[in-house]
């Protein structure tokens, strides 16, 4: 009987630390402890990366990669037709404009007679080759309006096609300087005259020039949208990691909360008049 009690005791010892090794285990593998830091630069790269290490199941694990793929394809879509309209106002422009016809003008500008501003010396700037400041200047600036086919064929051409001089109008200035402010019609047969009866000399006019600033603010305002998206793709990488920040911690707390909770032990009992070890598990709620 001695002996019996003795194996039992030595049973029962080596059951706990087992126990307890076997509980340390468990508890280690099932609830290991997570970095902060690594979940929120994983998120911060690939939105819902460090929501999945802290916790696959969270719905934000799979929230952020959503809403990631939604700005992203919103991003390219406008990039590209930004692109596209680019190429499209470039290439109307490659068509209609023609820098020898806005030298013409210039020259005739800056040598008229009516004109005593020596502004126009050095006003003008267009670049020779097409640069991107070129494609912005023809459209931003009335100055370099005279390269606009319609504008030259409209006031500089007359009725039977030949080149002419242009019937500036001036406006005097404070400082007695005379400013161009506008054309007279010399080609009132022109094709590209809005109407029969335009006689508007004080609108600095051409279609092409205007459908042209169109088209630019049609592309930049693909360009604005693609940017937007692309303050939402940083706004999203910012909200992913501070969601994984949060989904870390709570793990841990629930970590701590399971670990000072749950007790696995073995204890004696008795069964049949005969001392027998037990594994007991506990739980606090």
């Not at 080759?129 to 912005?136: K, L, R, S």
């Not at 080149?163 to 400013?179: C, D, F, Q, R």
Request: negative net charge; charged residues 20%; proline residues 3%.
């Amino acid at each position: 009987m001695k002996k019996f009690l003795m194996i039992t005791l030595i049973l029962v010892i080596c059951s706990i630390a087992f126990a307890q090794e076997l509980s340390n285990d468990i508890i280690q593998v099932n609830y290991e402890k997570k970095s902060l830091a690594k979940a929120m630069i994983l998120s911060s790269l690939f939105p819902g990366a460090g929501q999945f290490y802290a916790n696959k199941r969270s719905i934000t694990t799979y929230i952020f990669p959503i809403i990631e793929i939604g700005l992203l394809t919103g991003y390219f879509i406008n990039y590209n037709n930004g692109l596209d309209k680019e190429d499209d106002y470039q290439v109307f422009a490659n068509a209609h404009y023609n820098r020898e016809h806005q030298y013409y003008a210039e020259d005739d500008l800056i040598n008229d007679p009516a004109n005593n501003s020596n502004f126009y010396n050095d006003h003008f700037r267009l670049d020779e080759t097409n640069t991107q400041h070129f494609y912005e200047d023809i459209g931003k600036y009335n100055k370099y309006v005279f390269g606009w086919d319609d504008w030259f064929d409209i006031f500089a051409i007359n009725g039977e096609g030949n080149t002419v001089s242009p019937e500036w109008l001036w406006e005097e200035t404070a400082e007695g300087k005379n400013l161009w402010i506008g054309n007279n019609v010399t080609n009132p047969s022109s094709t590209y005259l809005p109407n029969s009866n335009y006689s508007d000399p004080y609108t600095i006019y051409s279609g092409f020039r205007a459908d042209y600033i169109e088209m630019r603010q049609d592309a930049e305002s693909s360009y604005d949208k693609a940017e937007l998206f692309s303050f939402g793709i940083v706004a999203n990488h910012i909200l992913a990691a501070i969601d994984a920040v949060r989904l870390t911690k709570k793990y841990n707390l629930e970590y701590l909360s399971n670990t000072s909770q749950l007790e696995i032990k073995i204890a004696p009992i008795f069964v049949n008049n005969n001392i027998s070890p037990a594994l007991m598990i506990s739980k606090r709620f």
